[in-house]
């Protein structure tokens, strides 16, 4: 599958509903919303009034990105906020199969964040529990950075892992994202692309969107 997910972390905070807008106008598949804690990251972004004023205008699926310490304390909020799909870190998960198995039981798609430095293998035992599990090609907290080459054999090993043990795991990336790599990573066994300022900061961000899903 090639799949598309804009970060609104790159869009216009001061006019969301025009880019929401032009969002529900594309060819993009999910809205992608990065929460951010300033304490498992070093950036605050916003939390779920935000995603709420989000989900009002929305009319793609909300692809919730917890980037917060104990997420699962949050469930129940993000639910009723709004989200389609909540993932949250391997890193900030003492008890991830519960969390995993709540976001479930609470009516959401679910999945599993894992940092650069987190290797796949630490999935053996969840991957099974999980709807999308998303890699991270930069260190998680701020949109524009350097895409890590490494994601490319992450996303293969993870690829062989889901045939084994989960086929129906959708494969996301997430960071420095563009139409350089995108087909490369499409290649790899990638299914969903976030992709912030390579959308936001195009000049013409819808077809951006269509040049990143048609990516070889
Ligand atoms: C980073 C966030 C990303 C970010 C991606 O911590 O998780 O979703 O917005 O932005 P780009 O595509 O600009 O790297
Ligand atoms: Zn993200």
């Known amino acids: 599958m090639k799949m598309v997910s804009p970060s609104l972390l790159s869009a216009d905070f001061g006019n969301l509903q025009h880019d929401i807008e032009m969002l529900n106008n594309s060819q993009c598949d999910w809205l992608h919303v990065d929460v951010m804690d300033g304490i498992f990251v070093p950036n605050i972004s916003f939390g779920q009034p935000i995603v709420r004023h989000i989900k009002k205008h929305a009319r793609k699926p909300l692809d919730v990105h917890l980037m917060i310490m104990d997420p699962g304390r949050y469930i129940a909020d993000f639910k009723e906020a709004g989200a389609d799909i909540l993932t949250v870190h391997y890193e900030a998960c003492t008890h991830l199969d ?114 990143l899903k048609t990516s070889e």
């Open 98 to 211: 519960r969390t995993l198995n709540a976001i479930r039981d609470a009516g959401m798609k679910c999945g599993v964040v894992l940092n650069p430095h987190t290797p796949v293998a630490l999935l053996e035992d969840t991957v099974q529990l999980c709807d999308v599990v998303l890699l991270m090609s930069v260190n998680p907290g701020f949109g524009g950075q350097k895409f890590i080459e490494n994601t490319y054999s992450k996303v293969q090993t993870l690829r062989a892992l889901c045939d084994r043990k989960n086929p129906h795991c959708l494969i996301e990336v997430d960071g420095g994202v563009n139409t350089g790599n995108a087909g490369r990573l499409y290649k790899a066994g990638a299914d969903v692309l976030v992709a912030g300022n390579a959308v936001f900061k195009s000049e013409n961000p819808q077809q951006t969107i269509i040049d």
